[in-house]
């Protein structure tokens, strides 16, 4: 044997064999990995899709900063369990036609222990309004006198409107009647600041941990960037006896939501949520299946720039006689939860406070007109445009997507319905993220597939959206019409005349057609059964786990 | 040597600044910017930002403070990750990404010597036929689908025992590394198979193994000391590319198996047009490949003199 081996083992044999015993020692050394859920430490585990992009909350603006802050921050007042206004830092407070005062508690506390202190409020604003911030939400604080002009840098930010009365009284003045403006102070642009923090690290500002400070139910006790973010109760939070989950642990940073299930099933996170090729896995495995609806509203925006064909009202009106938003629904999309829309108004918009005090939808008090689908009326329709716009046979649309298989399937689901029912040519443009908002906004498509989500819990936010003076208005739909009802509500604060202001547009919309709603978007996702409690919901953050709380296993009781 | 060694750093400097510009002017051309936001911007806030990240000013003067800056060694500061240097993202997470590519390329290099060397010995009988059907399958089936399928059988192999085996995603010891690079690394090993294959069939048809049999070398030691080693030649030369694609191309691997690497940020900031960080990942991963290759041809030229005589006069 020994000359088969030579005189001295060879090194690569060594090393080969070295590698190979290394490997299996480690890949077999045991690991200490979190369970989903830990009922005797309270702790839970979760997955982030991405790092947030900043933690300042003055300049963030997307849903992963807004999940972290509304658990790091409090603003003046929160959405509470069952999607209520409740007290925050405020812990009194008062609405009038021309502006609010707040009571703060003396017990909120920021986590270094100093209070939370009306001053706190008045520099955030400030510094949120203040041109040189460069604040993507600053519109979101224009309710506040001077606000606009002070973000355009006409006026110092000393003009805003609104000042501290001592250390623990705040007050308002609005430059127009804003009857939402309770539902904005939890919006993470109205949380605090402090200033001496701002000014310390400037633009490195809640870059790491230890670079801000928190005075909400949760501090950030760790921030491995790109890697893990690690959340502790807040000692100094006043309500810390509301709050029953001492640590949530976020080391898991990935937008693949194949991988988030797969977590989930390993029982790694607490929380998944579902797109339509995890769905038919998580209802074979017997999981229940939770939804709700994120408030999100999908349609088709025209475009109305000059020698658009689009600009013309018949031929508009002819793709809406021949559109069933249900049809795309149920056929195409096949998401339980989402609905078809008929309005611009999803019927989650919030209307007219009742006399019991409760908020009520908007849609139940004004239902919408329905246009049923029709063929023959679609085709009347085309006809009137093709004398109207002098032509004898239309040129193929440019409809723009973005760039997700579903927003492919729909797109071909149009191309096919008015090829078939019209005989119209759609070309598909499929562009990337970045691509496609360029496109929109220097107007190069003929009709694009777009969305919106709610800013804040009014319906305001979707009715603005197509005046003519609206930077998002992509399609330069500009109808004085729609203007003037939009002005007309947004000038008054008699709830009566605002919303019926509001369910004339509506009216309109459907009448001359500058969008076509197509469906409300809903979310689908895995719970952890032992979880209980969770907020999901359009506003305040998403999800909130503040008055979440772990329940025993069942059968252990 | 030196001046052979000297040329090829030279060469590497003008293809680095080379892949700079273009990655800089196709960038620029591309439509829309990194402040194109889903929601509008107001053009006050909008002017705010051109002026804090120099885009308001001309393009050649961009290219050229980016140039400067770049000489520096410093990538300025990422859009996306709006409080971090792009100098911060690279140094953090490439060790990550350069972790889980040279385990790949381990990997890869042992699982390819091993099936090369045995596929050749039992050329077209059963165990050849196999590995080489295994072969095409890894080369081409994506990496996101075995990415997939790997994450799926650890979950199973879990539920199964009842207790967690394998980690199914993140990031900590050795224990998370193993699968992804294992998936990581199947397309090189499969690559690299057929290479040491078709290496070995020539070294095993060639005189010298035939008078190494007559002197009566056979089995392990005709193995070992004759031709795994003249074998081996080719597959070295292409571990330098393997290592820059492997540690460069695991953005796949890296999103399915939660895993803070370099390559997430590679890809997200083409998607995100974050300029600053495409061109701060663009340029790094430019000079680690140029460097690499430089690397294995320099290491070449010590291992062969030939090579190091033809090419260094």
């Known amino acids: ?557 | 040597m030196w001046t052979f060694a000297f040329k090829r750093l030279l060469s590497g400097a003008v293809t680095i600044w080379f892949i700079a510009t273009a990655t800089f002017f196709a960038m620029h051309a591309v439509p829309g910017d990194p402040l194109t936001r889903d929601k509008a911007m107001s053009p006050a806030v909008r002017a705010q930002l051109e002026q804090r990240y120099g885009l308001d000013k001309p393009l050649v003067t961009q290219y050229r403070l980016f140039l400067g800056n770049m000489l520096k060694g410093d990538f300025g500061i990422s859009f996306t990750q709006e409080n971090r240097r792009v100098n911060d993202i690279i140094r953090e997470h490439f060790p990550v990404s350069a972790m889980l590519g040279i385990t790949a390329l381990l990997i890869a290099f042992i699982g390819a010597v091993a099936a090369g060397s045995i596929a050749a010995q039992f050329r077209g009988q059963w165990p050849d036929r196999l590995l080489m059907m295994a072969v095409v399958a890894a080369i081409s089936v994506p990496g996101f689908v075995i990415a997939a399928v790997a994450q799926l059988l650890i979950v199973q192999l879990n539920n199964r025992l009842g207790q967690p085996l394998i980690p199914v995603a993140g990031w900590g010891g050795f224990s998370h590394l193993w699968v992804p690079a294992l998936v990581l690394g199947l397309g090189t090993m499969a690559y690299l198979s057929r290479l040491m294959r078709a290496s070995m069939l020539e070294v095993t048809n060639s005189e010298y193994i035939l008078a190494a049999r007559a002197k009566g070398a056979y089995g392990w030691r005709l193995f070992w000391s004759h031709q795994l080693r003249n074998a081996l030649l080719p597959v070295v030369t292409e571990l330098g590319p393997a290592i820059a694609a492997l540690t460069t191309g695991g953005f796949v691997v890296e999103l399915i198996f939660a895993i803070p690497g370099l390559g997430r940020y590679f890809v997200q900031a083409v998607q995100q047009l974050d300029y600053t960080v495409i061109m701060g990942t663009t340029v790094f991963y430019g000079a680690f490949l140029v460097i690499m290759v430089v690397a294995v041809d320099i290491a070449y030229g010590l291992i062969d003199p030939r090579i190091r005589y033809s090419r260094g006069r």
């Not at chain 1, 369970?35 to 992963?64: G, K, M, Y």
């Not at chain 1, 001592?166 to 403006?181: D, I, N, S, T, W």
């Not at chain 1, 029982?267 to 939770?290: N, P, T, W, Y």
């Open chain 1, 1 to 557: 044997m020994k000359s088969h081996w030579g005189q001295r083992p060879s090194p690569f044999l060594i090393f080969f064999v070295a590698i190979f015993c290394g490997a299996l020692f480690f890949a077999h050394s045991p690991y200490a990995q979190a369970q989903a859920v830990d009922a005797q430490t309270s702790r839970i585990t979760l997955s982030l899709a991405t790092e947030p992009p900043t933690l300042n909350s003055a300049q963030a603006t997307d849903t992963i900063a807004n999940f972290l802050l509304s658990h790091l921050m409090e603003g003046l007042l929160r959405y509470g369990q069952d999607g209520s206004l409740q007290g925050g830092v405020a812990e009194r407070w008062e609405l009038t036609e021309t502006g609010a005062r707040f009571w703060l508690r003396k017990n909120a506390r920021w986590s270094d222990g100093k209070p939370v202190t009306a001053d706190d409020f008045v520099f955030a604003w400030r510094y949120a309004l203040k041109p040189e911030t460069a604040s993507q939400y600053a519109f979101i604080l224009y309710p506040l006198r001077n606000a606009e002009a002070i973000n355009r840098g006409e006026l110092p930010v000393e003009n805003l409107g609104v000042r501290a009365v001592g250390a623990h009284e705040l007050r308002v003045e609005f430059e127009k009647p804003c009857p939402y403006f309770l539902g904005l102070t939890a919006f993470m642009s109205y949380m605090p600041l402090r200033e001496d923090m701002v000014q310390r690290w400037q633009r490195a500002y809640a870059a790491d941990a230890d670079k801000l400070l928190y005075n909400g139910p949760y501090i950030m006790s760790e921030w491995i960037h790109g890697a893990s973010i690690r959340l502790r109760r807040n000692p100094n939070y006043w309500g810390r006896n509301e709050v029953a989950i001492a640590e949530i642990d976020l080391p898991y940073f990935t937008a693949d939501t194949s991988a988030q299930f797969n977590l989930f099933r390993d029982k790694r996170i607490a929380l998944a949520s579902l797109d339509s090729g995890q769905l038919d896995k998580a209802v074979e495995q017997g999981f229940d299946i939770h939804q709700f609806q994120t408030g999100a509203l999908f349609f088709l925006e025209f475009n109305f720039r000059k020698g658009r064909i689009t600009a013309n009202k018949s031929f508009r009106k002819a793709l809406q006689a021949l559109l069933d938003p249900s049809i795309l629904v149920n056929k195409i999309l096949g998401m339980p939860g989402v609905l078809p829309a008929y309005s611009l108004f999803p019927t989650t918009v919030t209307g007219p406070i009742r006399s019991t005090g409760e908020a009520s939808y908007f849609r139940d008090q004004f239902p919408v007109r329905r246009v049923t689908a029709n063929l023959d009326q679609a085709r009347d329709y085309l006809e009137r445009a093709k004398k109207e716009l002098g032509i004898t046979a239309f040129p193929p649309l440019h409809l723009l997507v973005g760039d997700s298989p579903r927003a492919l399937q729909e797109a071909e689901y149009y191309q096919y319905v008015l090829k078939r029912g019209l005989g119209l040519e759609l070309r598909i443009d499929q562009q990337i993220f970045k691509q496609r908002l360029e496109k929109m906004r220097r107007g190069d498509f003929d009709i694009v597939a777009a969305a919106w989500g709610p800013d804040y819990d009014d319906i305001m936010t979707f009715a603005d959206l197509f005046s003519s003076w609206n930077d998002n208005n992509r399609g330069r739909y500009n109808s004085p019409h729609y203007d003037a009802l939009v002005s007309q509500a947004a000038n008054t604060a008699d709830p009566k005349l605002r919303f019926q202001a509001m369910a004339e547009l509506q009216e309109l919309v459907v009448e001359d057609v500058p969008i076509l709603p197509t469906y409300e978007s809903a979310s689908l996702y895995v719970q952890h059964p032992q979880l209980r409690g969770v907020r999901r919901s359009i506003f305040g953050g998403d999800p909130n786990f503040r008055d979440a709380w772990i329940a025993l296993p069942e059968g252990k009781r």
